[in-house]
Nanobody, 126 residues
Framework: QVQLAESGGGLVQAGGSLRLSCAAS????????MGWFRQAPGKEREFVAG????????YYADSGKGRFTISRDNAKNTVYLQMNSLEPEDTAVYYC???????????????????WGQGTQVTISS
């Protein structure tokens, strides 16, 4: 089992920045690829960014390219999502998730993750 806990969400104005964190506990964090997803009211959960177990491979949804950066610190069992130039359309609950390393090339798919956090709310005001 891997337990995931997100933090860092909040209310910011458009153009601002937030850094989300996801702390992992349980089985060895460094064995897992990680992803960030988001879900806005009335919409499906969508991929935001993913990162391989080593941090050497990253993936981004088009909506976040150039604005969002995913990173990880395996020594701290934590994955981060730095979000800049935030827009009202980024408002959602953000979730982190863990996937076994053999699914690294499929991190955009919700169904490929074994463990999920409870989410953190991000609200961007215009």
């Amino acid at each position: 089992q891997v337990q995931l806990a997100e933090s860092g969400g909040g209310l910011v104005q458009a153009g601002g920045s937030l850094r989300l964190s996801c702390a992992a506990s349980g089985r060895t964090f460094g064995n897992y690829a990680m992803g960030w997803f988001r879900q806005a009211p009335g919409k499906e959960r969508e991929f935001v960014a993913g990162i391989s177990w080593s941090g050497g491979i990253t993936y981004y949804a088009d909506s976040g390219k150039g604005r969002f950066t995913i990173s990880r610190d395996n020594a701290k069992n934590t994955v981060y999502l730095q979000m800049n130039s935030l827009e009202p359309e980024d408002t959602a609950v953000y979730y982190c998730a863990a996937a076994p390393p053999e699914r690294t090339q499929f991190l955009r798919r919700v169904g490929n993750y074994d463990y999920w956090g409870q989410g953190t709310q991000v609200t961007i005001s215009s």
